[in-house]
Every structure is written in C-alpha cells, then in structure tokens.
C-alpha cells in the first residue's frame, strides 16, 4: 500500500485498507503463521503505520475479527429478510447461506472461532463469545416467531447444529455438512412449533 509521493493520506482509507490485507493473510496463515514484521512487509505498510491505527498485533486481530463479524451477521440478517415473513423458510436460508460459504474454494472454517482456539485468552475469544451471542440473537428470532415454546433453548441448539456443520465442513471436508444440519435444524423447528399450545 505504498503512497505515491505527494499523495495526501487519508487515515480512514489506509485503516480500511490494512484491515483487508490483515483479514486475507490471517485466514490464510492462522493468528501464529505470520509476525508483525512479515505482516508489515506483505501489506506494504511500516510497523508504526500499524500500530498508530491497531496499537498492536493483538488490536489488528480484534479489529479484523470484530469486521468479519459484522460482515456475517450482515449476510445472516439478509439472508433472513430476503427469506420472507416464514420463519421456517428463514432458518433454511440461513443454513443455505452457510452451504455456499462453505462451498467457496478459500473456505478455512471460521476465522473467529479458529483464532479463539488458537488463543483461548484474550481478544480472539471475547469477539468469538460476542459473535455466538449476535447469531443466537437472530436465531432466537426465528424461533420466536415459529412461536416455539422456548426460543432461547431451541436456538442454542440451532446453533450448535449451525457450529458444527462448519466443523464439519472444514475439517472432515464434508460438502453436505450444512445440507445435513439444516434438515436436522429444520425438523427441530417444525416439531417444537407443532407443540406450541398456539400451533
């Protein structure tokens, strides 16, 4: 990212493009496959042009997974609107949506969840607790509009099944991996709703 000479910097574009870089090269190489020095060298910026905009390696990472989190829940929520008022159809789009991703050749699991199990404590693992909570909001709001008897309890299982299928899919190589978890999500919607004194 070097600046032509003469060319004014413009603080917002430089953070926004090292935050790109970063979220490239850490998902490719893992939170411990690259120092700050090799990340500086591959992204064209000095160590202090990092560290006035992330004050750390530790601050790029929490920025980076705090970005990726707020791009998936973007997607998951349009997934959602685009779904229709069904809160059936919804959940299928969600796990739809999650076996395109897991369909995309660069697919390595999820970057917050793996950085969380690379460094149990520490940033890594307060943006992966925070990033569960956002997921289970939304699908609490499903179930709650499935009008389930418990919405919290049948959304920590979908999202057990939403967790898993990504595992699945990454580690084992499983290609139907989020086909298999939306047929069991689904099945768990359909007979809660069908036990619901409103149904």
């Known amino acids: 990212m070097p600046v032509p000479k003469g060319a004014t910097l413009d603080p917002a574009q ?4 090292i935050l790109r870089a ?6 490719q190489r893992g939170l411990d496959g690259i120092g700050v020095a090799e990340l500086c060298t591959t992204m064209g910026v000095s ?3 990092l560290y006035r905009h992330f004050g750390s390696k530790e601050g790029l990472v929490r920025a980076v997974l705090q970005a990726r989190s707020d791009r998936i829940l973007r997607w998951v929520h349009d997934a959602v609107a685009a779904a229709g008022d069904d809160p059936i159809d919804q959940l299928a789009a969600v796990f739809d949506a999650l076996e395109r991703w897991h369909g995309e050749p ?3 699991g999820c970057a917050i969840l793996n950085a969380a199990t690379q460094h149990h404590d520490g940033p890594a693992r307060a943006v992966a607790r925070q990033h569960l909570d956002r997921q289970l909001d939304v699908l609490t709001g499903i179930a709650s509009r499935a009008a389930v008897p418990d919405p919290v309890h049948m959304a920590k299982q979908l999202l057990t099944l ?6 699945l899919a990454d580690h084992h ?3 139907d991996a989020a086909s298999l978890a939306k047929d ?3 099945t768990l919607l359909r007979t809660a ?7």
Not at 162 to 167: L, N, P, Q, S
Not at 193 to 199: D, E, G, H, L
């Open 14 to 17: 430089t953070r926004a493009a």
């Open 22 to 27: 970063a979220t490239r090269l850490l998902y």
């Open 47 to 49: 160590k202090e042009t």
């Open 106 to 108: 660069t697919f390595r």
């Open 162 to 167: 939403r967790a898993g299928a990504t595992i």
């Open 173 to 175: 190589g499983d290609p």
């Open 184 to 186: 069991a999500a689904l």
């Open 193 to 199: 709703r069908s036990r619901s004194p409103a149904s």
